[in-house]
């Protein structure tokens, strides 16, 4: 079965990205099994795990740098994407084919699927206006 995230990385390898630098967390379980699939297929890009989203973005900026070769980063929803701070300035200035992604928490249409916001974390952590990231934290 050729799920939403299997299919986004097979976008990704047709892009032509070879690495994803990665900071997964509790809004990645699609991407995570997509992932597990795609290894076993040996398919997909080579998947680096990084302690933290600014560490993630920076390999993945200086990596596109030495190859010229378009990278992709995924993060957590809302902080993960502030977490990038100074690197996506580094990125721009560079000029370098990065890819950055957010997360969403998983969800179905009706909610009956295990795992698809059935844990409070899911509902406290979605950003529907990235632009207006800040008015989730100012009251």
Request: aromatic share 8%; hydrophobic share 45%.
């Given at each position: 079965m050729v799920t939403a995230s299997y299919a986004?990385?097979?976008?990704?390898?047709?892009?032509?990205?070879?690495?994803?630098?990665?900071?997964?967390?509790?809004?990645?379980?699609?991407?995570?099994?997509?992932?597990?699939?795609?290894?076993?297929?040996?398919k997909g890009p080579e998947v680096i795990t990084c302690p933290n989203e600014m560490v993630a973005l920076s390999m993945a900026d200086g990596y596109a740098r030495l190859t010229g070769k378009p990278q992709c980063v995924i993060v957590h929803v809302d902080v993960g994407t502030q977490g990038l701070g100074a690197a996506v300035h580094n990125a721009s200035c560079g000029r370098a084919p990065v890819l950055i992604f957010a997360g969403l928490s998983p969800y179905t249409i009706e909610g009956e699927m295990r795992g698809s916001r059935t844990e409070y974390i899911h509902w406290i952590q979605d950003v529907p206006n990235q632009a207006e990231i800040d008015r989730q934290y100012c009251r």
């Open positions: 986004f990385f097979e976008a990704l390898v047709e892009a032509g990205v070879t690495h994803c630098f990665v900071n997964l967390g509790s809004d990645h379980p699609s991407i995570l099994e997509a992932l597990i699939t795609l290894k076993r297929e040996n």
